[in-house]
């Protein structure tokens, strides 16, 4: 796999004299040989730090046009076995601290071997090496890996310091017939986003929004979904509702978060379930619930589908969702879901 980065040049004169406004984008492959590449981040040296879900992290490098290894970490991923089932997990996130130029912190989103959760850390990175013994964990989001899917993992910095995580459902989709995964039958917890995208105590299935401090622990910004000490939620959660909010981006002047959201896989509507399945992108100015497992798109709700007598119960109120999950430890009442900015389907 190839990774490349995509950039507008300064001038006419670097796109070889053409001025169209749609000839001044160029896509630049930096390196031909990659494993599954996940995310990259610019230094202000210009080189291209990135990684790969296997659990490489690389530096291209400007001056020679070369690909150096900075680190190795060991990551849960393609793995099965005593420890679970991952098809998702590994090293997929990274950003740069907004004091990069003078304290070389480096932030990866990662899914450590022996221990079931998924770790934000911060590390040092010392000319082209990264010093793993310098980690601090900084938040860990606990997992189930009896089996896949969804880790999402991106990470974004706002223009004040604030760093965006994303989590994935951590729910299995593929025994729910491409619609909402909420089977509440005993033992089936990892078929149900309910417990986690849809959980007001849970981290998962969400874009976390903290504020890293010097020290590796974090506070809590104001203005996130559940003000800090509100029973049965997670402070750190600034939009829940998320499916597997694969890759989130910044706008740091109008402070617009914005990410892409991976849709179920049904292709069309069934009266008993729900609607298709449906992608999305979405974007947020304030915190808020984007609705799944309980609704997709612009707000299309599914069916309180009872998996046991496979019969359909009534759909869900956007503006009044319900989580009953028997998995679910925090509220019920949840807030109104917010639709999808674009949705399109399957």
Partial sequence: MSLFIVSTPASAADSGGQTNAEQQVRKVVLDKECDDPMELAVAPDGRVIFVERGG??????????????????????NYTGSKGVSWEDGLVGIT???????????????SPMNVSENRLSRFVLRGDHLALETEKVILRVPTQ?????????????????NLFVSTGDNTNPFESEGYAPIDYRPKRYPWDAAKSA????DLRGKILRIHPEPNGSYTIPAGNLFPA??????????????????????????????????????????????????????????AGNFGWPFVIADNKPYRAYDFASKTPGPPFDPQKPLNLSPNNTGLKELPPAQPAWIWYPY
């Fill in 56 to 77: 490489a992290v690389k530096i291209w490098k400007p001056g020679t046009k070369a690909t150096v290894v900075a680190a190795k970490l060991e990551v849960f991923r």
């Fill in 198 to 201: 849809g959980n007001t105590a």
């Fill in 229 to 286: 000490g509100t029973p049965q939620t997670r402070p750190e959660i600034f939009v829940m509702g998320c499916r597997n909010p694969f890759r989130i981006s910044v706008d740091k002047q109008t402070k617009t978060l914005y990410w892409g959201e991976v849709g179920p896989d049904a292709q069309t509507a069934n009266t008993n379930r729900g609607p298709a399945g449906f992608d999305e992108i979405n974007r947020a100015r304030t």
């Fill in 96 to 110: 740069l601290d907004p004091g990069f130029a003078t304290n070389k912190w480096v932030y990866l989103y990662q």
């Fill in 145 to 161: 890996r009896e089996i896949c899917c969804h880790a999402a993992g991106s990470l974004a910095f706002d223009g004040e310091g």
